[in-house]
């Protein structure tokens, strides 16, 4: 079965973060993987580990990035972002694409597993597509701006553009 193709929205935020060859990459909510085969593909010693609560997306994920799995590359972890339990600073960067804990709820618990799991001058998004049905973009990302500034993150700054909306932070 073929590979849809990758959505705008992944493909332009894989390229705003461009991580480095050995980064170590957090992806929160990675459903079927896509994003993950892309930052994968510019890894070289690096390593990503991808959480997301559904084994249905996982096992997606595991079948799209065989190759990034068995090298070591990228760890799948069937998990809640609160629930997650990282070891403190394994990661460089941390991003999620379309979960709507961010906006939709306070996000404390999970916004202080990323801060954790961040090592110092880690960074942080939170993207969003380009159509938030119902929601007013300015008042999604105003909104996860603000829980992150209270989670303690900072240089937080929202980004637009014609494939997707994220909020950037550091830790």
């Not at 390593?47 to 609560?53: G, Q, S």
């Not at 804990?101 to 996000?107: L, N, Q």
Request: aromatic share 4%; with cysteine; glycine share 10%.
């Amino acid at each position: 079965m073929p590979s849809k193709p990758v959505p705008d929205r992944v493909r332009w935020l894989v390229e705003l973060l461009a991580p480095s060859p050995d980064a170590r990459v957090l992806e929160i909510g990675g459903g079927p993987g896509v994003a993950a085969q892309l930052v994968c593909e510019r890894l070289g010693g690096g390593r990503m580990t991808l959480v997301d609560r559904s084994a249905t997306a996982l096992r997606q994920s595991g079948h799209r990035n065989a190759k990034h799995l068995m090298t070591g590359r990228l760890e799948l972890v069937e998990s809640s972002l609160a629930d997650f339990v990282p070891r403190p600073g394994a990661y460089d960067l941390a991003f999620s694409i379309n979960v709507n804990v961010f906006w939709a709820a306070s996000a404390e618990r999970e916004l202080a597993v990323l801060r954790d799991a961040l090592s110092p001058g880690g960074r942080l998004a939170v993207a969003y597509g380009t159509a938030l049905p119902g929601r007013d973009e300015a008042a999604v990302l105003d909104a996860v701006a603000e829980r992150m500034e209270r989670a303690g993150f900072s240089a937080i700054h929202p980004v637009r553009s014609g494939a997707g909306s994220a909020v950037l932070a550091e830790r």
